[in-house]
């Protein structure tokens, strides 16, 4: 920005003086960006005015729709986007109704531009201006502002506006981050973007198109024409947008209309949920997505395009958790990419550090990385310093993809450390208190245009200030060196393949009087409940003889048992209450506990220690004792009388046929080829680093020879777990861990300097002690 259209910012935006006291300080912009639209527009029309009045009447007489009439007027604006068919103008709306006159002008402007004034809910600042007696005031101070076409071009007047945006999220920087990306973030993301493409930097009458799916106030598509307008003026680019929030909506489109856009092309809505230029490609993609957002409210639309339309739809790869939309708003970039054949595009997405590595094998947000790695979209994540955005101070990344990569960074990606690469504001502006300057940014763009690997390099910054508070200690842990750094990858070195590991189940079981007990009390939910309800009420007056009428009859205390549950047992519901208070509840689980006894009397109270005998020992118990069991008897049953037992014989699952495969979980016992009952508790994953140029077989086995079956002989791989894309055993997996990739190590202190200093503290607590008593 020049000096001049600077103080020209500056000149607008004295507005203020005249709203001070009468309005909030964050209510500023919403009464000076419209009237400086409302007077842009005014002089950008001025020419065109006489024309449009002169039409005006033939038009209507015409009867036309709406839409039909605007297009006869617009003709008549010798090649405007816009017109205004009032005879008024700021100068003429007098001060006695100005209110109703300034009202009855806006109307007057054609749809698009009425939409914006509209979005910015100009009428109630209209209303509140006129009851503070500055209406007229402002109109005056507004009219005579020279920002005319000839005085102001529409770049320098996009960079006005612009810097009224920044003022204006900056006077309100607790929701600025809602639609406000700062410039050094913005400036970042596209030079990375743009810096390849020769043409567009240097080829005279060159048409792009840029689109950003959360325009916010614009930023995004202002930045991308100024950086394009620098390099080549000659250069035209197209501005496609979408915006959720109204009022950002609002200031996007008075940006773009200031700047000659087509403004249809600027869109309100979801972006996710109801996609309003579904059809269209576009050559660059810029956007900062709101972070850790939810998409409860459209997980209905999401869902049904995923599972209805698939990859012909824009969530193909996979959905990642509800509580975080940030990568789904990657998926519905990477579909608006333009075939290869048509020239490709690049796309620049600015998404926090959960995209990175959140989601396991298998799981939405590795399935989508997986997709973009393995299609080879990704070119490079940037990690940008902490403390840069309005509202949040959290760690962010850009992230840099194209389907039109060069020969160079085909099947690689490269990672650039900026985290240092930041200096001090002057003041704190919400959560920013950081900022990168242009040689902090030539630095990355440098890097990542060059392609190369850059080894810890040390930054001549100042060391961070530490606080004077409390006891400094006399030799402080050396600060890690500020440093910058750029590595590049092989795609699939952040691949690895999830497999399951198994280990056998060992049974012990004994029926012993203790664990015959637990049958009293039906397991699951009801079990903790039914065991209080026993103690209280049926230890004393219940027995186990056939004969007990009384056994299981709780009415009498229904209300004092109900009122206990509830306070105490909240997680029950109404059926389970009603259970737990039926006397064939009780009665049921008093024939399983009586069938057990008699079983006792027959196979005695012995441990066993090998599981296979048990179904053999309780048929042979059962014929001789006359007691027959059902399948869910059975179950309960062995349930209360058995334990893990790592001492015990491993429990038999099948038999097979055929030859031993120990490392799948077959194995040769004497003649016989067994597989053993898995132990869940047990289970175990390991994740192995693909490989491409081995056969997944033989990496997985590898690895398990080497660093599993040393110390778990007995283990196996589950065969079964395979993934569902490539058929293989193992579930594929994809995750970028930045920050282990850029450590530092620091070596902790010598252990004599940190007792030093703890003889130093506890002499001093010492000498205050001493002063204390004295």
């Known amino acids: 920005m020049t000096q001049e259209t600077n103080n020209l910012a500056a000149d607008i935006w004295s507005l203020a003086d005249l709203l001070r006291g009468d309005f909030k300080q964050s209510q500023y912009g919403r009464i000076i960006l419209p009237f400086t639209l409302l007077r842009r527009l005014e002089c950008v029309f001025a020419g065109s005015k006489e024309a449009v009045l002169r039409q005006l009447p033939v038009v209507e007489q015409m009867k036309l729709p709406e839409e039909a009439q605007e297009k006869m007027l617009l003709r008549a604006t010798q090649g405007l986007s816009f017109f205004n068919t009032s005879p008024m103008d700021l100068g003429t709306l007098g001060e006695a109704g100005i209110k109703a006159n300034l009202e009855r002008y806006i109307q007057c402007f054609s749809k698009d531009a009425r939409e914006i004034f509209d979005h910015f809910k100009f009428a109630e600042f209209i209303g509140l201006l006129g009851d503070a007696n500055l209406l007229y005031k402002v109109v005056q101070k507004v009219r005579s502002m020279d920002i005319s076409p000839q005085a102001v071009s529409n770049y320098e007047m996009g960079l006005v506006f612009e810097e009224l945006i920044r003022r204006f999220a900056e006077s309100s920087n607790e929701t600025a981050g809602e639609h406000f990306t700062p410039r050094d973030i913005v400036r970042l993301t596209t030079s990375l973007v743009f810096m390849e493409d020769d043409e567009a930097l240097t080829k005279p009458g060159i048409i792009r198109s840029i689109y950003d799916p959360t325009a916010g106030t614009g930023g995004f598509l202002s930045a991308g024409m100024e950086y394009v307008h620098e390099l080549n003026p000659q250069a035209r680019l197209l501005a496609y947008g979408q915006e959720l929030n109204p009022e950002s909506y609002a200031i996007c489109k008075a940006d ?42 459209i ?52 998404l926090n550090g959960s995209p990175l590595f959140t989601g396991g094998a298998g799981s939405g947000e590795s399935e989508i ?35 039109k990569k060069t020969a160079e960074r085909k099947g690689k990606v ?17 959560s920013k208190r950081n900022v990168m300057d242009e040689s902090d940014i030539a630095t990355i763009t440098r890097c990542f245009g060059n392609f190369e690997v850059v080894d810890a390099r040390p930054l001549d910054r100042p060391a961070e200030p530490k606080g004077s508070r409390g006891r400094q200690a006399a030799n402080p842990k050396a600060e890690a060196p500020k440093t910058f ?93 009603k259970d737990l208070l039926d006397a064939d509840t009780w009665l049921n689980q008093k024939r399983i506990l009586l069938k057990a006894r008699q079983l006792q009397q027959v196979i005695g109270v012995a441990q066993c220690d090998d599981f296979n005998t048990w179904d053999d020992t309780l048929k042979a118990a059962g014929s001789q004792a006359g007691v027959s069991l059902d399948t869910k008897e059975k179950k309960q049953l062995a349930d209360a009388v058995s334990w893990k037992n790592p001492a015990a014989e491993k429990v038999v699952k099948k038999l097979h046929k055929g030859k031993p495969a120990p490392l799948y979980g077959l194995f040769a016992v004497g003649k016989d080829i067994v597989e053993y009952q898995a132990d869940s508790d047990l289970r175990d994953f390991e994740n192995i680093a693909l490989d491409p140029g081995r056969p997944v077989n033989e990496v997985n086995e590898a690895y398990f020879i080497k660093e599993v079956q040393p110390h778990v002989p007995d283990a196996w791989i589950d065969a079964g777990k395979r993934d569902a894309q490539d058929g293989e055993i193992g579930i594929v997996g994809y995750e970028i861990p930045f920050n282990r990739h850029f450590y530092q190590y620091q070596p902790p202190r010598p252990l004599e300097e940190i007792d030093a200093d703890l003889d130093a503290v506890s002499a001093e607590i010492m000498a205050l002690l001493r002063e204390v008593h004295s």
């Not at 900026?418 to 504001?425: D, P, S």
């Open 369 to 403: 990385r997986r997709y973009v790695l393995e299609a080879d979209l990704l070119e490079a994540i940037v990690a940008l310093p902490t403390d840069m955005f309005y509202n949040t101070g959290i760690a962010t990344y850009v992230w840099v993809l194209s389907n």
């Open 414 to 430: 490269q990672l650039i450390n900026g985290t240092n690469l930041c200096g001090k504001t002057r003041k704190s502006l919400g």
């Open 256 to 297: 773009m209309l200031i700047k000659g856009q087509d403004v249809s092309q600027i869109k309100l809505g979801n972006t996710l949920s109801n996609d309003h230029l579904h059809a269209s490609r576009f050559d660059y993609m810029l956007s900062n997505p709101p972070f850790g957002v939810d998409w409860k409210k």
């Open 485 to 577: 750094a750029s590595k590049i990858f092989a795609a699939h070195d952040f691949g690895y393949r999830r497999i399951t590991i198994e280990r056998p189940l060992r049974l012990s079981w004994q029926f012993s009087d203790d664990r015959l007990a637990a049958l009293r009390f039906a397991p699951g939910a009801l079990n903790g409940a039914m065991q209080w309800i026993y103690r209280e009420y049926g230890a004393e007056h219940w027995s186990d003889a056939h004969d007990c009428e009384h056994y299981g009859q709780l009415a009498a205390y229904t209300d004092e048992i109900r009122a206990h549950l509830k306070r105490h047992f909240a997680d029950l519901k109404e059926k389970q209450l």
């Open 299 to 350: 997980e209905g639309a999401i869902t049904d395009e995923h599972t209805l339309k698939g990859y012909d739809g824009r969530f193909g790869p996979g959905l990642p958790r509800v509580s975080d939309g940030s990568l789904l708003f990657l998926l519905h970039l990477i579909s608006k990419l333009r075939d290869v054949k048509d020239g490709g595009s690049r796309i620049g997405i600015i």
